[in-house]
Each structure stands twice: as C-alpha cells, then as structure tokens.
C-alpha cells in the first residue's frame, strides 16, 4: 500500500538535528487554514459535498504540484486502519482531529513528509509546513507558495475586512498558526517556566504539549504558537513568534548554565541515571521514557555524554509512542506489553551497533 512508506521507522527530514539552535528548538511548523467559497463549512456539509472537496483539493495538488518539484501521496483516513491514522498523528503528519471528527478526511503527503495537507479536517484544507529546527520564516514560505498555487485554481472563502474566513473564529484572517516544538529542561528543573508560561500567554501566545492543543508537555518539550490571526499580517505574526522563541532559547540556554555551573554532580548523575534506565530497562512507560530521554538530551547538548547520536534519540521519541510500537508488532499490544516492547527498543537503539545503523527495522 502507498501508505506504507509513511511508517517505516525511520527519522523524517524535520527531525534532522544540525541546523542552528537544533540542542532547544527542535522543529518549526506553519499551518494555514482555508476554505472553498462554493461549499458548506465542513461542521455543516453533506458527505457527497466532503467528497466532492475532497477531489477537487487533490486533483490540483497532484496535478499542480509538480510545478514546485512536489510529489504528493493522497491517503484516505476511512480507508487506512485505525493503528496507521494513529501512527500519523505520532508523527505529526495530520490531527487527532482530522481522524475522529472530520467527514471523509484525507491527506496528501510530500515524499520527505515537511509537507503535509489535511482535507475535510475543522477546515476544508489544512496546509502543514514542517522543519527542522527554527526556521519560521523558511517553514512558512514553502507553505505560502503552495497556498499561492491552490488559490490560482481554487476559490477560497476570503472577506475583505476579515480575511481568509475558517470554522473556527480564532482562526479567521490570516487563518495561520505557527508554532516552534522546544526542549526546555533547565527552566523547567528550575521552575522558571512557571512564571514563563502565564508570560508568554499574556502576550498573545500559546504553550502546550508536544502534540498540541490539550495534550501534555512530555519530557519537557512545549509548543510555543500564536493565538492572534486577525488584525496582524502573516509577517508580524512570524516576527513576533521569533522574536519570543528568542528570548526564551536564551532565557533555558542561561538555565542550563547556571545548573551546570552550581550543581554538576548533581546534573551528572540525573544525566547518566537516566541514560542506564533507557538502556537497561525491562518495562517503560511513555511518561518515564520521555522524562529520560530528556535528561539524556541534555546530557548530549552539555558534553556530558559525547558517544549517542542525537538523531537518535529524536527518532525514539517518535518511535516510542504506542501506536508505533504496535504497528512494528503486527498485533495490539495491552499496556504492560507496550512497556515490555519500548524498552527493548530503546536496550537496541543505545547500544553501539543500533547507533551505527540507525534506521533499521526494530520489529
């Protein structure tokens, strides 16, 4: 099946780790949100109408693409098992939304998978842009040139004085979300992101877990986004979000220094604790594998341990969620099963060989 290239266990391109700031800004995502003018809002439209959208978004990405060099796999959610819809939603190629609300969703993904696009979601089109590390503005481009080829073939729902009109309100006007995925241990070890958190809200952003709205901050990586999408330009809203993911790489950069400078027995030990559970355990739980593989990553980015490849452990965080797990083997897993297969992925993936051939099955 088509399907298959997209989970096979192995890191996509925006979990590449060598551009800058890669150690705390982990990925970068631009999400658009657009309607057709000629169809019912997906929360009022029939299934033949969600069809017919479906085929008329498709039909031009696939046949258009190719004037921006892009390939893309059209994938029906109906028609995939509901072990594949989660494992895309681990690696965060659609929504959670998209599978359990949307009539007749689909998505059509690029080959290296930085581009991602949602149908029939909340919104009739939902274009996703992913990148490795901070890279906004790069991220954000490659989406609007799409946006720009769709809207020459396609007629969007757009009102003069509000913008690209969408499902939700807090979407309308740009109808653009950008959002940074950061790894911030040291203010969270020293409680800053406490006080940093309500901080950042009251200046029109928003802070949640790893896999967006209300999920949970595992192994300290927070998503840093936009609220605001009427009354600002796509531009100010980039610059705004630029310049707060700044302050706050600075603010966990002077965090981690500050707790390698004043406590590194300490740190040390946290470090290499956690480094023994992952590559020794029996059981692990998602909560205890995110916590260590934190640690670990920290210990990476300080020197403190200087013989794991940091891709790695990117691909074990994706790797590790349930879904995947099972996908690899081939039958459903009950919770202390699930525990019993993540740890043995992580004992193979940190041993030396596992390192030298990153990428390999692990089923």
């Excluded at 109408?49 to 892009?70: C, F, P, T, W």
């Excluded at 009739?124 to 720009?148: M, P, T």
Aim: aromatic letters at 6%.
């Amino acid at each position: 099946m088509e399907i298959d290239r997209f989970l096979q266990p192995k890191a996509s391109s925006w979990m590449e780790t060598d551009s800058e700031n890669a150690d705390i800004a982990m990925s970068t995502r631009i999400r658009l949100a657009r309607n057709l003018s000629d169809f019912k809002f997906p929360y009022s439209f029939s299934e033949d109408e969600a069809l017919k959208v479906d085929k008329a978004i498709s039909s031009v990405l696939i046949d258009q693409g190719r004037k921006l060099n892009l390939e893309f796999t059209h994938i029906d959610i109906q028609e995939i098992l509901p072990l594949q819809r989660e494992v895309l939603i681990e690696k965060h190629l659609i929504s959670p939304y998209l599978v359990k609300e949307s009539h007749s969703g689909a998505v059509l993904l690029s080959e290296n998978e930085e581009l991602s696009i949602m149908v029939n979601e909340e919104d009739h089109l939902r274009i996703q842009s992913l990148r490795a590390g901070f890279h906004l503005k790069e991220a954000y481009q490659v989406a609007n040139d799409l946006d720009n080829l769709l809207e020459q073939h396609l007629s969007y729902a757009f009102h003069e004085k509000y913008g690209y009109l969408t499902s939700c309100p807090t979407n309308t006007g740009t109808g653009m979300r950008a959002s940074v995925m950061l790894h911030l241990p040291a203010l969270t070890m020293s409680q800053q992101i406490a006080r940093i958190i309500p901080a950042i809200s009251r200046l029109g952003m928003a802070v949640r877990g790893i896999y967006g709205e209300g999920s949970e901050a595992l192994g300290n990586v927070y998503q840093i986004s936009n609220q605001m999408t009427l009354g600002k330009s796509e531009y100010e809203i980039l610059q705004d979000l630029e310049s707060m993911t700044d302050q706050i790489i600075q603010q966990e950069r002077r965090a981690r220094e500050a707790i390698l400078n004043n406590s590194p027995v300490a740190l040390e030990d946290r470090v290499y604790r956690s480094l023994g559970t992952l590559a020794n355990s029996r059981l692990l739980s998602t909560e205890e594998a995110a916590t260590c593989l934190s640690n670990v990553r920290l210990g990476i980015d300080l020197k403190l341990i200087k013989d794991i490849d940091m891709s790695i452990l990117n691909e074990l965080m994706i790797f590790m969620q349930p879904a995947f797990l099972q996908q690899y083997s081939g039958s459903p897993l009950q919770p202390t099963e699930r525990d019993i297969a993540r740890a043995k992925l992580f004992r193979e993936r940190l041993n030396k060989d596992s390192v030298t051939n990153k990428g390999e099955d692990f089923a």
